[in-house]
């Protein structure tokens, strides 16, 4: 082994109540002065600001770079598999298709176990490990028992992990996997955390905190250190080191994300590493969204929903506990969004991003999008601001009330095919029976004609109409080809850009509708900017349907194709 000098690190607990000071170096629970709950950790603030940015220089991009900020006392006690440093990807086809250029997502996806639970696993463990612990308990929805589990497995930590019997059962086998107990209750998951909480009391078990901890809130600030370096310079006019996204955009149950990241952008800022802070957006399935309604009503304590209705098991939180005390403030002071969506939006959304810009998620991930989504076309995220969405978990075997019926389609290939062991070679092509049978794929097909300018507009309709596969696109690039291609092609529907150079889309509709062979064929129009009222006179009855650009997600366009072209 080569010689290491590991590093140590000075940390200090102090209580938000009191203010009332402590060495880290034991488990925590209340303020020994005040009995207040929620505990800060404490660095030598001074001494960081003297080293970062430089000091990060050499060091690996992973989440321990930011080590000084991190309440792990001594490096050798550091469990870790490469957590963290994951890519902050801008969202391409999404970005257009919102018309909001600067959306970005953190690929948390990519962590040792496939969620943002791999920064608080790799934390709470070391410390747990620093602490002398042996054997821990776990109240989980899923990812914290499974990233938990594999940590604890590299630390020599036997793990009790209590899951609702509601978590689909292949993260429950993958939990069972890496050796820890699993304890599934029948129950929602507020109540699982309640028999967790029993069985370690009875048994005299060390019990992760969640939230109330201090690992899981100073893990999730990495994730806020990471998207501040890695945002691109030009996106900020400040001129500091470092840079802070319009909005970061979180699918929320505990909280403790946003909680971490927020408490980063407040320590960024004391560092003089970014000189403002993020807008937060927290978003819950509408079927257990506690924090959305505690927040509509004005309340300063959450009310809890005793009865979540949501499929996104991951995230339904009945009982936020603390985190909405604190989110709530930091939202009411400097803006920000509490905002529910429907499961159906969430799957959509799910859909958007796998089919757009090739990003399967779980779905708790996709009501962060979902949510996206909602705030955009509220008006609440202006198109131009800089968005940074947590894609916080990979997908699991996707759950099949995802794709409908139709997901796939069965090819029958003909059964009276050569038997010998060289006749199966020498006709190991397709066979005209199969030929046959592949073109009976063909029937029913729409043929639509798309006339932009703006090719990248026009990428993004086919892929859009081509994720449902029965679509044949005709593609004109200006008005004139667009009329040519019409007449040619007879399309069942047009979809039409209004501002093009050279012939633009009213002459192109004036043009279409005063031929006969052509006038019949539906036209939706589809428009960069707000119309004029003397536009909208010149459109109105000679077309199908006005949509704005960047204003639509697939399935409404789709629906409205389907509609028309049918
Ligand atoms: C835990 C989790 C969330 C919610 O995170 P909190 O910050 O604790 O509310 C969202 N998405 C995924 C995939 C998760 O595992
Ligand atoms: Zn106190």
């Given at each position: 082994?080569?010689?290491?000098?590991?590093f140590?690190?000075?940390?200090?607990?102090e209580?938000?109540?009191?203010?009332?000071?402590?060495?880290f170096?034991?488990?925590?629970?209340?303020?020994?002065?005040?009995?207040?709950e929620?505990?800060?950790?404490?660095?030598?603030?001074?001494?960081?600001?003297?080293a970062?940015p430089?000091?990060?220089?050499?060091r690996?991009?992973?989440m321990?770079?930011?080590?000084e900020?991190?309440?792990?006392?001594?490096?050798?006690?550091k469990?870790?598999?490469?957590?963290?440093?994951?890519?902050?990807?801008?969202?391409?086809?999404?970005s257009l298709?919102?018309?909001?250029?600067?959306?970005?997502?953190?690929?948390?996806?990519?962590?040792?176990?496939?969620?943002?639970?791999?920064?608080?696993?790799?934390?709470?463990?070391?410390?747990?490990?620093?602490?002398?612990?042996?054997?821990?308990?776990?109240?989980s929805?899923?990812?914290?028992?499974?990233?938990?589990?594999?940590?604890?497995?590299?630390?020599?930590?036997?793990?009790?992990?209590?899951?609702?019997?509601?978590?689909?059962?292949?993260?429950?086998?993958?939990?069972?996997?890496?050796?820890?107990?699993?304890?599934?209750?029948t129950?929602?998951?507020?109540?699982?955390?309640?028999?967790a909480a029993?069985?370690?009391?009875?048994?005299?078990?060390?019990?992760?905190?969640?939230?109330?901890?201090?690992?899981?809130?100073?893990?999730?600030?990495?994730?806020?250190?990471?998207?501040?370096e890695?945002?691109?310079?030009?996106?900020?006019?400040?001129?500091?080191?470092?840079?802070?996204?319009?909005?970061?955009?979180?699918?929320?149950?505990?909280?403790?994300?946003?909680?971490?990241?927020?408490?980063?952008?407040?320590?960024?800022?004391?560092?003089?590493?970014?000189?403002?802070?993020?807008?937060?957006?927290?978003?819950?399935?509408?079927?257990?969204?506690?924090?959305?309604?505690?927040?509509?009503?004005?309340?300063?304590?959450?009310?809890?929903?005793?009865?979540?209705?949501?499929?996104?098991?991951?995230?339904?939180?009945g009982?936020?506990?603390?985190a909405?005390?604190?989110?709530?403030?930091?939202?009411?002071?400097?803006?920000?969004?509490?905002?529910?969506?429907?499961?159906?939006?969430?799957?959509r959304?799910?859909?958007?991003?796998?089919?757009?810009?090739g990003?399967?998620?779980?779905?708790?991930?996709?009501?962060?999008?979902?949510?996206?989504?909602?705030?955009?076309?509220?008006?609440?995220?202006?198109?131009?601001?800089?968005?940074?969405?947590?894609?916080?978990?990979?997908?699991f075997?996707?759950?099949?009330?995802?794709?409908?019926?139709e997901?796939?389609?069965t090819?029958?290939?003909?059964?009276?095919l050569?038997?010998?062991?060289?006749?199966?070679?020498?006709?190991?092509?397709?066979?005209?029976?199969?030929?046959?049978?592949?073109?009976?794929?063909?029937?029913?097909?729409?043929?639509?004609?798309?006339?932009?300018?703006?090719?990248?507009?026009r990428?993004?309709?086919?892929?859009?109409?081509?994720?449902?596969?029965?679509y044949?696109?005709?593609?004109?690039?200006?008005?004139?080809?667009?009329?040519?291609?019409?007449?040619?092609?007879?399309?069942?529907?047009?979809?039409?850009?209004?501002?093009?150079?050279?012939?633009?889309?009213?002459?192109?509709?004036?043009s279409?509708?005063?031929?006969e062979?052509?006038?019949?064929?539906?036209?939706?129009?589809?428009?960069?900017?707000?119309?004029?009222?003397?536009?909208?006179?010149?459109?109105?009855?000679?077309?199908?349907?006005?949509?704005?650009k960047?204003?639509?997600?697939?399935?409404?366009?789709?629906?409205?194709?389907?509609?028309?072209?049918?």
């Open positions: 082994m080569t010689k290491q000098s590991y140590k690190n000075q940390v200090w607990l209580c938000a109540s009191c203010g009332h000071r402590t060495h170096d034991r488990p925590v629970t209340n303020c020994e002065k005040c009995g207040g929620w505990i800060d950790a404490r660095y030598d603030y001074n001494a960081v600001e003297q970062w430089d000091a990060l220089q050499n690996p991009f992973d321990w770079r930011y080590r900020l991190m309440p792990l006392r001594d490096d050798v006690h469990v870790t598999m490469g957590e963290g440093g994951t890519p902050l990807l801008h969202a391409t086809n999404l298709m919102l018309g909001a250029p600067h959306v970005y997502f953190k690929d948390e996806r990519q962590g040792p176990t496939g969620s943002f639970k791999d920064r608080q696993a790799s934390l709470a463990i070391s410390v747990m490990k620093e602490l002398g612990i042996t054997e821990a308990v776990v109240a929805t899923g990812n914290v028992a499974i990233s938990y589990s594999a940590y604890s497995a590299l630390a020599g930590i036997k793990m009790w992990t209590f899951l609702t019997s509601l978590v689909p059962p292949e993260k429950m086998h993958e939990v069972a996997l890496y050796g820890s107990e699993v304890i599934k209750v129950a929602t998951y507020d109540h699982t955390k309640k028999v029993d069985f370690a009391n009875r048994k005299g078990i060390y019990q992760d905190r969640g939230i109330r901890g201090i690992s899981a809130r100073e893990a999730m600030k990495t994730l806020a250190f990471e998207i501040a890695q945002l691109p310079p030009q996106l900020d006019p400040a001129n500091t080191p470092w840079r802070t996204p319009d909005w970061y955009i979180q699918a929320v149950s505990g909280g403790m994300g946003p909680v971490g990241v927020w408490k980063a952008f407040e320590e960024m800022v004391t560092l003089g590493l970014v000189d403002r802070m993020p807008k937060l957006a927290c978003i819950q399935a509408a079927g257990c969204a506690p924090m959305v309604q505690s927040f509509e009503k004005g309340l300063e304590e959450a009310e809890p929903i005793l009865n979540p209705q949501t499929r996104v098991i991951t995230i339904a939180t009982s936020p506990g603390p909405y005390n604190y989110l709530s403030r930091v939202i009411r002071e400097h803006g920000g969004a509490f905002e529910a969506v429907t499961d159906e939006e969430t799957f959304a799910m859909h958007v991003m796998a089919k757009l810009d990003v399967s998620m779980e779905p708790a991930a996709a009501t962060a999008f979902a949510g996206l989504f909602k705030l955009i076309s509220k008006g609440v995220i202006k198109r131009d601001e800089v968005i940074v969405v947590n894609c916080s978990g990979h997908t075997p996707v759950e099949k009330h995802l794709l409908g019926d997901w796939a389609r090819v029958e290939v003909p059964q009276d050569p038997k010998t062991q060289e006749t199966v070679k020498a006709e190991s092509r397709p066979t005209e029976g199969l030929l046959g049978s592949l073109e009976q794929l063909d029937e029913h097909v729409q043929s639509i004609a798309i006339i932009e300018d703006d090719p990248q507009a990428l993004l309709l086919r892929r859009i109409l081509q994720t449902r596969g029965d044949r696109v005709f593609e004109a690039a200006d008005g004139a080809a667009g009329i040519e291609i019409v007449r040619q092609e007879h399309p069942d529907i047009i979809l039409l850009d209004l501002m093009m150079p050279g012939v633009d889309g009213f002459e192109v509709l004036e279409l509708k005063a031929d062979t052509t006038s019949d064929v539906p036209v939706i129009v589809i428009s960069a900017k707000e119309l004029t009222q003397d536009e909208r006179e010149r459109l109105s009855g000679q077309i199908d349907k006005l949509m704005q960047g204003n639509f997600t697939d399935e409404e366009l789709l629906e409205e194709i389907l509609k028309r072209a049918a």
